[in-house]
Nanobody
Framework: QVQLVESGGGLVQAGGSLRLSCAASGRAFSLYNMGWFRQAPGKERESVGTIDWSGRTHYADSVKGRFTISRDNGMNTAYLQMNNLKPEDTAVYYC?????????????WGQGTQVTVSS
């Protein structure tokens, strides 16, 4: 059974940084694409960015240049480094993973971690 557990959320002032972690278990981590998503109150869930099995990354325009996604296959963990945070980054952040190796679909989800950015 695949499990994804996020950690690292919290309260930070605008301009600050946070690093979120997503620990995966239940299968060979390196074969699967990973994604970070977020959902703000009253809004739909949106993609923050993705990292594929080879390490290639893509980002939403709203976070380009501020957020970095990485993965450590030896630790079965994906990361979201968030710098220069803005109040509009406030949301619950979720990591997700594909169910099929090398596929860019997102089928498994963590429980989410709250990020709050104060102005």
């Amino acid at each position: 059974q695949v499990q994804l557990v996020e950690s690292g959320g919290g309260l930070v002032q605008a301009g600050g940084s946070l690093r979120l972690s997503c620990a995966a278990s239940g299968r060979a981590f390196s074969l699967y694409n990973m994604g970070w998503f977020r959902q703000a109150p009253g809004k739909e869930r949106e993609s923050v960015g993705t990292i594929d099995w080879s390490g290639r990354t893509h980002y939403a325009d709203s976070v380009k240049g501020r957020f970095t996604i990485s993965r450590d296959n030896g630790m079965n963990t994906a990361y979201l480094q968030m710098n220069n945070l803005k109040p509009e980054d406030t949301a619950v952040y979720y990591c997700s993973s594909s169910a099929t190796p090398w596929h860019a679909t997102f089928d498994y989800w963590g429980q989410g971690t709250q990020v709050t950015v104060s102005s």
